[in-house]
């Protein structure tokens, strides 16, 4: 799991507040599939709140460019700040509904959280007393289930996990968030920040000035 000893820069708020907006849309649809409409509008909800946090400033990277100046930085930095102030206070909030919403997902999808991995095809086979590979039925997994708890295939911080921060995934990283924005420290570049910002840059060329607002799919 991520790990910050230091405050995080933006990017880092934005690329968990984009997983954290993809894991609420689908416990909103499961809410909904199970007639439990107004948790599933509240589920969407989250996700419109954290988008609508981080769009004020993405929409502002994308009119400037992807190589800001000393005075296009210096007029992100304030817009950066207040977004990531909001952040945290919704992650507060988010940390304190994820173990219901958990709990609830588990019992709706009809399985654990522990039990909706996906299979780990670098695994090294088992082997008979001949020394062949074992034959053994894949288990069916759940694609949208592996994608809630575990997150996308590779990148299993971004699961809800149980939804408390002991277990991991996304609710672990919030609570890392947090503690070190009690820090004094420097924001930090991390690989995270690094591939949003090149994400924003794809998306400059490929779309230019058409560009969904927000500068992120889905």
Do not use: C
Not at 37 to 55: C, G, I, S
Not at 123 to 148: F, Q, T
Not at 205 to 211: F, V
């Amino acid at each position: 799991m991520k790990s910050y000893s230091q405050r995080a820069p933006f990017n880092d708020w934005w690329y968990w507040t984009e997983a954290l907006i993809k894991r609420f849309r689908t416990i909103g649809d499961v809410y909904k599939e199970n007639m439990e409409n107004e948790r599933a509008t509240d589920a969407h909800a989250w996700a419109d709140k954290l988008r609508k946090n981080v769009n004020k400033v993405v929409d502002e990277m994308r009119k400037i460019g992807p190589k800001p100046n000393d005075e296009q930085k210096k007029k992100l930095a304030p817009l950066e700040e207040e977004a990531i102030f909001n952040a945290a206070t919704l992650f507060r909030e988010i940390l304190l509904v994820f173990p219901f919403a958990s709990g609830q997902m588990q019992e709706m999808l009809g399985i654990a959280w522990q039990d909706a991995k996906w299979e780990d095809d670098k695994k090294e086979p088992e082997l008979d007393e001949n020394g062949l590979p074992v034959v053994k039925k894949k288990k069916k997994i759940d694609g949208r289930a592996a994608e809630l708890f575990w997150g996308p295939k590779a990148r299993p911080d971004e699961g809800i996990r149980s939804g408390k921060v002991e277990d991991g995934g996304l609710p672990g990283i919030l609570f890392n968030l947090l503690a070190a924005e009690k820090s004094s420290s420097s924001r930090a570049p991390t690989d995270y920040g690094q591939a949003m910002q090149a994400h924003v840059s794809q998306a400059l060329k490929s779309t230019g000035p058409a560009m969904k607002p927000g500068g992120f799919p889905g």
